[in-house]
């Protein structure tokens, strides 16, 4: 699977405007982890 860099490819969403716009966010891909415990934890 190739790297994406999304500052790069999506500049638009990312650099900041002097203005307040509506922009629309294209549909990306993520992975989500879900799960339960304090994610603090460290076991010793």
Same mark, same amino acid.
């Given at each position: 699977?190739?790297?994406?860099?999304? +500052?790069k490819q999506? +500049?638009?969403?990312?650099?900041? +405007?002097?203005?307040?716009?509506?922009?629309?966010?294209?549909?990306l891909r993520?992975?989500?982890?879900? @799960?339960? @415990?304090d994610p603090?934890?460290? @076991? +010793?």
């Amino acid at each position: 699977m190739d790297k994406v860099d999304y +500052k790069k490819q999506f +500049k638009s969403l990312y650099l900041p +405007k002097r203005q307040p716009v509506m922009i629309t966010v294209p549909p990306l891909r993520y992975a989500m982890l879900d @799960g339960q @415990g304090d994610p603090n934890w460290v @076991g +010793k």
